[in-house]
């Protein structure tokens, strides 16, 4: 069954038509990039898959299952999961701890709090931090981390909640090439290995042909083009929605603007 089916999602705030008949399809282990210029709809369409916001019309399923209405906390429990920033009171606490609070909250929302889960929270936790490579700094504050770590923590954050879909609302910004790069190199990997299906929307086109296995581009709240990277990156009308950023699309795979 498809993990993540989007039908004709329409939304407008006011005059402005910020999504407008949507519709895509997400499978397990796979990455999808929606791409587009600013105001184009790209969170618009991510907040209504994460339940932040009520579509006009349409509808989103996951696993079959409707879920258009349902509150985000719900889709959570149904998992729905997004990276947030850490926020500034979790920069008081170390990065184990951090991911112990996620794995506990996780542990409530699901009605096991006294389950065995809750005494497993540690060595849970240090699992986590193996996969996003941050064992060796489970001991150290969060406020003392390198950007590129504090997104790594994020990702361990966002998979105690054990998601079956992720979405990663520009996950990359603010990073470093090299940084963006190793996040998503690993994003991609941990989707891959547990069957995840990864949204995320991004800026970096480096990251995009580099990382996603289908891309999405949204114009106006429309999507005007849908496929593999090289699709994409050959698409006239593609091209033209980006002119002025022509090099972006032309410009080598793994290679950056300084
Ligand atoms: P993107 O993420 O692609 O930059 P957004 O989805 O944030 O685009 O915005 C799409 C359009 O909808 C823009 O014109 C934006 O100004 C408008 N918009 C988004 N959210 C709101 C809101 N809460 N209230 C009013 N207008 C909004
Ligand atoms: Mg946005």
């Known amino acids: 069954m498809t993990l993540l089916s989007v039908q004709h999602l329409a939304k407008s705030f006011g005059g402005v038509t910020a999504a407008r008949d949507v519709s895509f399809l997400l499978e397990r282990g796979e990455l999808l990039a929606i791409?587009?210029?600013?105001?184009?709809?790209?969170s618009t369409v991510f907040n209504m898959v994460g339940g932040q916001l009520r579509p006009d019309r349409g509808a989103v399923l996951l696993d079959g299952q409707d879920i258009t209405n349902t509150a985000p906390q719900k889709r959570f429990r149904l998992g729905v999961g997004r990276t947030f920033q850490v926020a500034?009171?979790?920069?008081?606490?170390?990065?184990?701890?951090?991911?112990?609070?996620?794995?506990?909250?996780?542990?409530?929302?699901?009605g096991g709090l006294w389950s065995p889960v809750r005494m497993r929270h540690r060595d849970e936790a240090m699992n986590?931090?193996?996969?996003?490579?941050?064992?060796e700094a489970a001991d150290n504050p969060c406020s003392a981390?390198?950007?590129?770590?504090?997104?790594?923590?994020e990702l361990a954050i966002a998979l105690a909640g054990q998601p079956k879909l992720l979405l990663m609302d520009e996950p990359t910004a603010g990073m470093a090439a090299r940084e963006r790069s190793e996040l998503m190199d690993l994003t991609s990997t941990i989707a891959d290995t547990k069957g995840i299906g990864v949204l995320f929307?991004?800026?970096?086109?480096?990251?995009?042909?580099?990382?996603?296995?289908?891309?999405?581009?949204?114009?106006?709240?429309?999507?005007?083009?849908?496929?593999?990277?090289?699709?994409?990156?050959?698409?006239?009308?593609v091209r033209r929605a980006y002119l002025g950023d022509d090099h972006a699309l032309d410009r080598p795979k793994g290679v950056s603007p300084s």
């Open 128 to 135: 986590l931090l193996k996969q996003v490579g941050m064992e």
């Open 201 to 237: 929307t991004e800026h970096d086109m480096d990251v995009v042909f580099g990382h996603a296995e289908r891309v999405i581009v949204l114009v106006r709240g429309q999507i005007i083009a849908a496929g593999t990277p090289d699709e994409i990156r050959h698409h006239d009308e």
């Open 35 to 42: 791409i587009g210029p600013n105001g184009a709809g790209k």
């Open 145 to 153: 981390l390198a950007y590129g770590d504090v997104k790594r923590v």
């Open 88 to 110: 500034q009171t979790f920069l008081s606490m170390n990065v184990a701890e951090n991911v112990q609070m996620a794995l506990l909250s996780h542990a409530k929302e699901t």
